[in-house]
């Protein structure tokens, strides 16, 4: 068991909050019951994840993807009085971290996503520290960096193919597609994020770096699940992972 408020500030300083300027705030979004027995985490607080901490008999649930983002609609109708009523009916604590949660250097997606990769000699870029680089053990070609995507994510990424194997790669989780011209600036042979846009294929043609879209929830779901591990340890609360399924 924790107390809630203890966990909100140990959270606060292992994912050093302070750091980030975010686009929504990070931390205690929701306040529930100050006891915490049980924790579920997961990527996104739908009201389909909500329900399913409810039926895990959940005291509290850690996503990545919370609520109140920037530019949003500051009334509480509709979806946004459902999800905020099924908490807080439940007296059930909802914990947010945005770009704390990908940025962590061992419980962060990106980190995360190295290592399931088996990447080598991981750092961030310089220029832009929510991007990883870092080298596989033998160069692969393209397609087996596809098979290794898909094996590992259980989903087949989109790839933008470039001349060439692919020995140092750059990436970043969810919508992080514009780091592309960073990646490539940097030296890398082939840059993952989890989103595509527009103006992504084209960089990649012409700055001649692999590209591969492998899926925003697909790579996004590691982090919470680490996170949560990490506290079910440290704290002797049980804890589960769900993760919903989304082809996004």
């Known amino acids: ?59 509290a649930l850690l996503v990545h993807h919370g609520y109140f983002w920037k530019h949003e609609s500051l009334v509480i109708t509709g979806i946004k009085k459902r999800r905020l009523a099924a908490l807080l009916n439940a007296d059930l604590n909802l914990f947010a971290y945005h770009l704390p949660l990908d940025a962590h250097p061992d419980y962060g997606n990106n980190a995360q996503l190295g290592r399931l990769w088996g990447v080598q000699q991981i750092t961030p870029l310089e220029c832009e520290p929510l991007v990883l680089q870092g080298e596989f053990a033998q160069p692969l070609s393209g397609a087996a960096v596809v098979q ?51 103006p992504t294929q084209h960089l990649a043609q012409e700055y001649g770096i692999h590209y591969f879209a492998a899926g925003h929830h697909a790579t996004e ?23 919903l399924l989304n082809p996004a």
Not at 2 to 25: H, I, W
Not at 228 to 240: P, R
């Open 221 to 243: 779901r590691f982090g919470a699940k680490a996170l949560g591990e990490h506290l079910a340890t440290h704290f002797d609360i049980d804890h589960q992972f769900i993760d």
């Open 148 to 198: 290794l995507l898909a094996d590992s994510l259980q989903r087949t990424p989109l790839h933008i193919p470039a001349a060439g194997q692919i020995r140092r790669l750059a990436w970043c989780s969810g919508g992080a597609q514009d780091y592309i011209e960073a990646a490539a600036r940097a030296g890398a042979d082939a840059y993952i994020s989890g989103e595509i846009s527009e």
């Open 1 to 59: 068991m924790v107390n809630r408020d203890a966990l909100a500030g140990y959270l606060e300083s292992l994912l050093q909050v302070n750091r980030f300027k975010d686009y929504c705030p990070n931390g205690l979004q929701v306040e529930g019951k100050m006891q915490i027995h049980r924790l579920v985490t997961g990527v996104t607080a739908s009201l389909a994840l909500i329900e399913a901490a409810l039926a895990a008999q959940a005291d």
